[in-house]
């Protein structure tokens, strides 16, 4: 089974600020079925990234996806005070779908 | 747009049984596979079940396995999820979301509190 970790748990950051996420998989994976979410406080998980690297519509432009094999990133190129969330990596190619843990994104 | 509206979560007693719905719309539900992720306070995502466009499959994480029932009516546009013997481990908020590249629709989410 798939285990998926997500590093850090938690980012304190300023606005305007690159930042670079990471999820890393106990084994190798597609990143065909990779995807990235962003939950903002009390509100359904949104959907950023799929196959690693594609933004889902609407997903602005600062956000990009990387990776292959264990090790996949999601980068902010500048972050907007919206962009302040919790995200969380997933593999979607079969069951049981595993999500990693969260990173959290806190305003410094 | 694409719409999912869930609702049957609320308080209940250990032990006791549950019926979580998920009323669909704006796409065409009968051609989607269809999930259930919940969130327990304070934690991550944790997928819970997959059913097919048709229903001839399903699929349920270990942990819940022989408890949890998903099902679906694409006559109604409604996904189900029937919780058995409740534990106070399955106070979440529950989603369903459709199937994709990427999960690209949830519903707002229903929450289940299980307590004595």
């Known amino acids: 089974e798939i285990v998926l970790t997500q590093s850090p748990g938690t980012l304190s950051l300023s606005p305007g600020e690159r930042v670079t996420l990471s999820c890393r998989a106990s084994?190798?994976?597609?990143?065909?079925?990779l995807a990235w979410y962003q939950q903002q406080f009390g509100q359904s998980p949104r959907l950023l990234l799929y196959?690693?690297?594609n933004r889902a519509t609407g997903t602005p432009d600062r956000f990009s996806g990387s990776g292959s094999g264990t090790d996949f990133t999601l980068t902010i190129s500048r972050l907007e005070p919206e962009d302040f969330a919790v995200y969380y990596c997933q593999h979607y190619g079969r069951p049981p779908f595993p999500f990693g843990q969260g990173t959290r994104l806190e305003i410094k | 747009q694409v719409q999912l509206v869930e609702s049957g979560g609320g308080a209940v007693k250990p032990g006791r049984s549950l019926r979580l719905s998920c009323a669909a719309s704006g796409f065409t539900f009968n051609t989607s596979a269809m999930h259930w992720v919940r969130q327990a306070p304070g934690r991550g995502l944790e997928w819970m079940a997959l059913?097919?466009?048709?229903?001839?499959?399903?699929y349920y994480p270990e942990s819940v396995q022989g408890r949890f029932s998903i099902s679906r009516d694409n006559s109604r546009n409604t996904l189900y999820l029937h919780i058995n013997s409740l534990r106070a481990e399955d106070t979440a908020v529950y989603y369903c979301?459709?199937?994709?590249?990427?999960?690209?629709?949830w519903g707002q989410g229903t929450q289940v509190t299980v307590s004595s």
């Open positions: 084994h190798s994976v597609s990143s065909t079925h």
């Open positions: 979301a459709r199937d994709g590249d990427g999960w690209t629709s």
């Open positions: 059913i097919w466009f048709d229903g001839s499959n399903k």
């Open positions: 196959g690693a690297s």
